[in-house]
């Protein structure tokens, strides 16, 4: 517990090793992209989730956007994202020129669904992005074969669900393209960062150059041509080799953050199972085929005033659970898009009636303990019959 006894919705976690390596990454001398530590990094991924190759990126919004740029998107194409994301699912495709086309999530996982997908398909449709929410994998057969008989690329983004699994394959690896990021708030975390995941090979060496402002650099540098210069579109989407050594730090000991944030999830989930149930608050739905990241635990209430009275009840207790997206299509960028309030209602609920209870690596149990007796003590208000969440959400 921090010692003003507030338990933060956040806190960023480190292991320990983070100024060792920091420090050696300076003297090494070689404090620019692509050094000692990314190369560490990107072989970790490339071996543990079984792709073709990985890249460091600044961050998984800037990976997201070297997707939007590999698969050529262009002013006219259409992309289907789920409307409960975060924004940068949506911007990178937008930054290209590409209308984004809304479609709702399932009320079990919180996902894409993928059931009402090829609805949206049209001529113009060159992608999907599902999103892992919670770390929660898609229906990604599905996606997949839908992505296969209509010719589209799917771009996992991943943010959330590192180390997680559909069917026993990694998420990210899926898909074409898959995103990783470790901003603060994330699993793994370097401050800032994120990672792109390149599973079709025929990508990989372009995905390179765009990341490497438009040139061969990389291939340079290899010895596999004489000289670089300016071959393709491109940014300086490479992190410092600085950041990276914070980063291998982290994922140096995965095995231990992934036990450690099991071990929250399901003492959240025993504790506050019988509850909930009782009063018809919907919790988190893994199916058995999914193997989750643990990310976020979250509550859905009846209603909008229900979760702004539990996040009021919490904070009296010096406890600090946050909502989580509003649905994009109903935002004054989303709306600007073409979306139109009704059009996901899944999400537009969601929005009102999410909840996010504190979750991070260093949560000791004497904090938890504390948030799930607060959470036990609050009780509904105006309700007139308890409800199931899933007819609620149906
Ligand atoms: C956190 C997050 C992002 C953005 O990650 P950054 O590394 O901060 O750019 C994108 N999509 C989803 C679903 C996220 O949760």
């Known amino acids: 517990m921090s010692q003003d006894g507030l338990i933060p919705f956040n806190r960023p976690c480190l292991t320990g ?21 990314t190369q560490q990094c990107h072989r970790f991924f490339e071996n543990q989730f079984e792709i073709k190759k990985a890249l460091l990126t600044t961050s998984c919004t800037h990976a997201l956007e070297m997707a939007a740029i590999l698969c050529n998107i262009r002013p006219g194409d259409e992309v289907i994202v789920p409307s409960y994301t975060f924004t940068s699912t949506v911007n990178a495709f937008v930054l290209r ?4 086309v809304f479609c709702d999530i399932r009320p079990d996982t919180l996902n894409l669904d993928e059931t009402r997908v090829e609805t949206l398909i049209t001529a113009n449709t060159k992608a999907i992005v599902p999103v892992h929410y919670g770390g929660v994998s898609c229906e990604m057969d ?3 074969e839908i992505a296969k008989n209509h010719k589209l690329f799917v771009i996992e983004d991943n943010a959330q669900g590192i180390f997680g699994k559909y069917k026993n394959k990694n998420l990210g690896s899926l898909g074409n393209l898959g995103t990783l990021s470790f901003h603060e708030t994330k699993n793994i975390n370097c401050g800032e960062g994120g990672a792109l995941l390149i599973n079709d090979s025929s990508l990989a060496e372009r995905a390179e150059i765009i990341r490497e402002k438009g040139t061969n650099r990389s291939q340079f540098f290899r010895g596999q041509i004489d000289k670089y210069g300016w071959v393709d579109l491109g940014s300086s989407f490479l992190p410092s080799d600085i950041l990276a050594a914070y980063l291998w730090s982290q994922l140096e000991m995965w095995p231990s953050i992934v036990a450690k944030r099991k071990t929250i999830w399901d003492t959240y989930y025993q504790e506050l199972t019988t509850w909930a149930e009782s009063l018809g608050i919907g919790l988190p739905h893994v199916p058995s085929h999914v193997e989750q990241s643990h990310h976020l635990f979250y509550l859905i209430f009846p209603d909008l005033e229900n979760r702004t009275r539990f996040i009021q009840h919490l904070k009296q207790k010096g406890i600090h659970a946050v909502f989580h997206y509003q649905a994009l299509h109903c935002s004054p960028m989303g709306l600007n898009l073409g979306g139109a309030k009704g059009q996901c209602p899944i999400s537009e609920q969601m929005s009102d009636r999410l909840v996010r209870l504190p979750f991070f690596n260093s949560l000791t149990q004497e904090e938890q303990w504390r948030v799930i007796e607060t959470t036990l003590e609050f009780q509904l208000l105006n309700l007139k019959k308890p409800m199931s969440h899933a007819r609620l959400a149906a």
């Open 142 to 144: 599905s996606l997949l």
């Open 97 to 100: 020129g590409a209308r984004p």
């Open 17 to 37: 090793k983070e100024l060792e390596y920091i420090a050696d990454a300076i003297r090494r001398g070689h404090a620019s992209g692509d050094g000692f530590y």
